[in-house]
């Protein structure tokens, strides 16, 4: 299979969901847009699926990020095509803008290891099914968005609604980091250590005991979701 990956921010690569690509035995083809003027794609020709990471930037950053509209319009075109999506919180924004759902901006901070629980479409979802009655995963995020015209509602957390959604039979926006491992997490808290200090500067102080109260699970779950998204590519 030939997965399409799409690198919106430096350090924010794909984790867990690497791993089960890896163990699928996935040919992988990886655009970086933070790293200068990038080509993306019109159309889904030559992959079988694609993958949208997060960034720092909102979805709707069109003006110093020219790349977002065509990113999200990609989406939709795999989809159309029948082929397996996947966007985490940046890219699930950018599937729900490509859809035709409404971008919301600087809602507050959601950060941390918080738990995330399933709707009732969710707990039946072949994806979003490991969640159980709900999980704790990593967060880190500000904005969000509706839900799109004709997508089932997934997941839910108490300061975000729309947690996941799917449209169809394999595209999926999830705005949690379940794709961010422990040792991702701590990747991203020494290169990011400045911002985070910024929302949250007692940090470094939880985020030791929060990672070995949660951490385990949040692997675990986090993979097995990406098993399950792999699982749908034709």
């Not at 890219?91 to 490509?98: D, P, S």
């Not at 959601?110 to 704790?136: C, K, N, Y």
């Not at 999830?174 to 911002?195: G, M, N, P, T, Y």
């Amino acid at each position: 299979m030939r997965v399409l990956v799409i690198e919106n921010f430096a350090a924010t690569t794909l984790g867990l969901v690497g791993t089960a690509l890896e163990e699928a035995g996935a040919e992988l083809s990886v655009i970086r847009t933070f790293e200068g003027p990038v080509t993306i794609p019109t159309d889904s020709d030559g992959f079988d699926a694609l993958v949208v990471l997060g960034g720092a930037q909102n979805a709707l950053a069109d003006d110093t990020h020219p790349e977002l509209p065509r990113i999200a319009a990609l989406t939709k075109a795999f989809g159309d095509a029948d082929k397996a999506v996947l966007g985490i919180c940046l890219g699930a924004q950018l599937v729900a803008r490509g859809y035709g759902a409404e971008n919301l901006l600087d809602r507050g901070i959601e950060f941390g290891w918080q738990p995330v629980g399933p709707t009732e479409a969710g707990r039946s979802d072949p994806v979003i099914e490991p969640l159980g009655d709900a999980a704790p995963v990593f967060h880190w995020h500000s904005d969000t968005f509706t839900l799109p015209p004709g997508a089932e509602h997934l997941a839910t957390s108490d300061l975000t609604r729309h947690q996941a959604f799917r449209i169809g039979r394999a595209v999926y926006g999830i705005q949690f980091h379940f794709e961010a491992s422990r040792a991702l997490v701590e990747e991203w808290c020494e290169v990011f250590a400045d911002h985070i200090a910024e929302h949250t500067p007692d940090w470094p102080l939880r985020m030791e005991e929060e990672s070995a109260r949660h951490g385990v699970l949040a692997d675990t779950v986090g993979l097995e979701i990406g098993r399950r998204w792999v699982s749908l590519i034709r």
